[in-house]
């Protein structure tokens, strides 16, 4: 029967053409959009716990409260005790120290005068020890010109910034800040290299110096504003650090001092949870609506095929086939036309979802300064094993749904006027 | 043509004293108290933070309201950073990156070494009479002592507080309590006068806190720990070469 049906579909191209064009369009942009978001949403969470969130991170209490970012006052100190208790908890995860703060930099001309200020955001990470950044970070990959710091007082710069002020690598810079007691910081520092990151926010005026100089420069031993961890294999799921959250500040947090530590995880900062919810609903929002589209449409298509192939119902139930018979072979149909038109549309939206994945949109004029997350000012699709699936549940199941209903219209048919509708 | 000079002498200080007391000359007159041509001098603030109280003590040698040359003594983070006000430029010498820095536009509003000052609030050359019309809104007491309440409103827009409130001992002719506003009316600063001591001058406010309200902490403490009037400094003392000596 099935054969049969399939001859049928291949034979009478008026009953598979439109229907099959209609599933492949509607699958191509269900394909492209799942390969879409999942590229765009990626990037951002990627850059987001690259840069500003970690998996999870560690702050003190009243750096939490207070909600700030980078303040050398209420910096973490006694970190190498933390790092050993946070790797004891989650053996999985590697943990980094960071410090975020901001500087006045003053570049000086031959003469020694001042040639250049600008406000700096700095971020002082692990350059050289086992725990060094510099792949977390993707600072190899970053770097544009120059190499990467070696000895103490080496910095990289962003090209962006190098460029707007002016400097030559290897230049002497000297920044201007306000150290752990509210004190005055004062460092020169010689940017070796340049790097850039492809974040609007981070390129616009950013120095990476050394860990062990920003300790310095802030007066800031074994401390850190920050300590970020990531797991190990990459993966990041939903609340995965939940447990882990809970165990550390319970075990070290301590809620009468407000310089004890806290951690927190992706969802937690930044009102990422409400984003990531609706990541996690977008693809079924998506999917649902291009069902209830292509139903609707195929229903039609149904409709006008019932009327077309009136004659050809008629003379089946006249030989004796049973409604019930008819019926679960237009479903079947429904079925080949769907499983095709999901075949030809998954290969039509992986196209451009390629195009995307490689080439990328440019955003970065429609990016602001201020934002919670992380964009990369590239938004790139991405393909994954999902992408190739995405397409079966809404290619199949709206012919189905449009040939369930449309195919109603066997059952009212009457039997003992057959034979004076075919005019025998 | 006697008669009418004999009696408007007679009658003036009654005139002035029915007109009563002028917030212009009562401002003038604590200016003249706490201000020589030159003056030296040494002082400490104590800043309390969240996790410490740091204590720097400077010296300052001032020459009017255009020049001034302040050299950090402690704590030793800080020992053998000068500063340098010439007119409106300003310079910092930092001798661990043995640098001079120009500070300007919007780096003037960064604070002082930690403090609840600013680099704004020493800028200032202008008289308070070619700023601010003044006046005076009422009388009050302050820490046990009577005072003027005068309202001061810029004149200028580029002036860095639009608005500023100072309470004047009346006899003493010191400033026991200032507050420092936005154009907006929100209030920025507070400063009110701890101790007041005697100088051949008059009376100066020697120990003083200093709060900008738009900053956590408990405010900037100074404290006088010596100050000389009418002293003579060498012009070499307000030249740029200074700093890095």
Known sequence: MIKFLAKGLLRDRARSLFPILVITLGVSIVVLMNAYVTGAIGGMYRSTARFSTGH????????????????????????????????????????????????LLDAPDDSGETKYQSTAM????????????????????????????RAPGEALITQTFQ???????????????????????????????????????????????????GQEFLALPDGATEIFGFY????????????????????????????????????QQNNLESVMVIYKDMMVYIDSLFIMIMAIVLWNTGLMSGIRRYSEMGVRLAMGETKRHAYTSLLIESVFVGIAGTLFGTALGLLPAYWMQEVGIDITGMLSGDMSVMLEDRIRAQITAATYFSGILPGVVAPFIGALISGLGIFRRDTSRLFVELEV | MKVPILTLALFWPAADLFAGPNAMEIIKQMDRSQNGDNQIITSSMTIKGRRATRIIESKS??????????????????RGTKMLKLG?????????????????????????????????????????????????????????RMTYRILM????????YQKVKIWIDKTRFVALKQELYAA????????????????????????????????????TEFQVTEILFDQKIPARRFQKGQLRR
């Open chain 2, 88 to 144: 409106n430029r300003l310079w910092i010498y930092y001798p661990k990156a043995d640098r001079v820095v120009n500070i300007s536009g919007h780096m003037l509003r960064r604070s002082v070494m930690g403090s609840d000052m600013s680099y704004e609030d020493m800028m200032e050359r202008r008289s308070t009479e070619e700023t601010y019309d003044a006046v005076i809104e009422a009388e009050e007491e302050v820490a046990g």
């Open chain 2, 61 to 78: 040698w001032i020459q009017g309201k255009d020049n001034s040359f302040t050299e950090y003594l402690s704590p030793a983070r800080e």
């Open chain 1, 56 to 103: 999870v991170k560690v702050q003190t209490r009243a750096a939490i409260q207070e909600d700030v970012h980078g303040v050398a006052e209420l910096a973490l100190v006694g970190n190498q005790m933390t790092l050993k208790q946070l790797e004891s908890l989650a053996p999985e995860m590697s943990f980094h120290e960071r410090i975020y703060f901001g500087a």
């Open chain 1, 122 to 149: 700095i971020t002082a990470v692990d350059l050289t020890s086992k725990r060094n950044e510099i792949h977390t970070l993707g600072l190899d990959r970053s770097l544009m010109d120059g190499r990467l710091p």
């Open chain 1, 163 to 213: 460029r707007n002020i002016g400097l030559k690598l290897g230049d002497s810079v000297t920044l201007i800040g306000a150290d752990m007691d509210g004190g005055m910081a004062v460092g020169n520092f010689t940017p070796v290299g340049t790097i850039r990151f492809g974040v609007a926010q981070l390129d616009r005026n950013t120095l990476i110096i050394g860990l062990e100089d």
């Open chain 2, 184 to 219: 907006s009316g929100k209030l920025l600063k507070q400063l009110d006068t701890l101790e007041v001591m005697q100088t051949d001058r008059g009376w100066y406010p020697s120990r003083m806190k200093f709060k900008d309200t738009l900053k956590e902490g408990e405010g």
């Open chain 2, 153 to 160: 409103t810029a004149k200028l827009e580029d002036v860095a």
């Open chain 1, 232 to 267: 190990k294999d990459d993966q990041y799921t939903y609340h995965r650090p939940e447990a882990l959250e809970k165990q550390f500040n319970q075990q070290h947090s301590d809620p009468k001092d407000e310089f004890s530590p806290q951690m927190r995880y992706l969802e």
